[in-house]
């Protein structure tokens, strides 16, 4: 029983931060010069350093949601309306920044580097999909140097999809 509820706050925790995400992926159009949030995520660049700790941040993330169930009662990062708001209130929950800290990463790189890998997924998928065509159609502002990092590293995003428990 216990086991089956540290299960479900795990899975509760990772549903939260994918609310995050998904806000992000809905704005997956070119970033705007009047939209800090979304010219921040297109500077932010993916490499294997910081995808390393993003990994472990994420294996962090889910430890902790399975040790302290409390998680689930705090305050949902995925109602954020603004990347600051989001980190803010990763940063209000010990829990978290610990977790996050043991994975060398803070929550402002952590909250970007998930936009950006979701935001690259996106794109990433769109080349896979459409073929060499879809380069073409990605917007002006988009950094296809992330695209192409996350196409590249297909089977370790994989792996993290996996490990986070999204089968689908």
Not at 52 to 77: G, S, V
Request: aromatic share 6%; proline share 5%; charged share 20%.
């Amino acid at each position: 029983m216990l086991n089956s509820l540290r299960a479900c706050c795990a899975q509760r925790l990772g549903l939260a931060v994918f609310g995050v995400l998904l806000w992000i992926g809905a704005q997956a159009a070119p970033p705007k010069a009047d939209d800090p949030d979304l010219q921040r995520v297109a500077q932010f660049r993916l490499d294997d350093q910081v995808m390393a700790k993003y990994m472990k941040a994420q294996q962090a993330l889910m430890q902790a949601a399975k040790t302290h169930p409390e998680l689930e009662a705090q305050e949902d990062p995925g109602d954020a309306k603004t990347l600051d708001e989001t980190v803010a209130r990763i940063n209000k929950q010990p829990v978290l920044r610990a977790a996050l800290a043991s994975a060398g990463m803070g929550a402002t790189d952590y909250v970007l580097c998930s936009f950006a890998v979701l935001q690259s997924g996106v794109y990433a998928w769109g080349v896979q999909s459409e073929g060499q065509k879809m380069w073409a159609k990605i917007p002006p502002g988009i950094p296809t140097e992330n695209t192409r990092w996350v196409i590249a590293h297909k089977a370790e995003l994989e792996k993290l999809k996996a490990m986070s428990g999204d089968g689908g």
